[in-house]
């Protein structure tokens, strides 16, 4: 399973995952993922403090 996207912005390295996760604390973001078989889903998560 690769992250594509967290809310609307593009993931392009493990980096910039980690700072987008970093803003959202206390809140809730929506990952699209993608699967091996390149079929993709949305999968909301809670983000704690």
Do not use: C, H, T, W
């Amino acid at each position: 399973m690769v992250i594509q996207k967290v809310d609307r912005d593009k993931v392009e390295s493990v980096k910039k995952f980690e700072k987008l996760i970093e803003n959202k604390k206390g809140g809730a973001v929506l990952l699209q993922v993608q699967y091996p078989d390149k079929s993709k889903r949305f999968v909301g998560l809670e983000i704690p403090n």
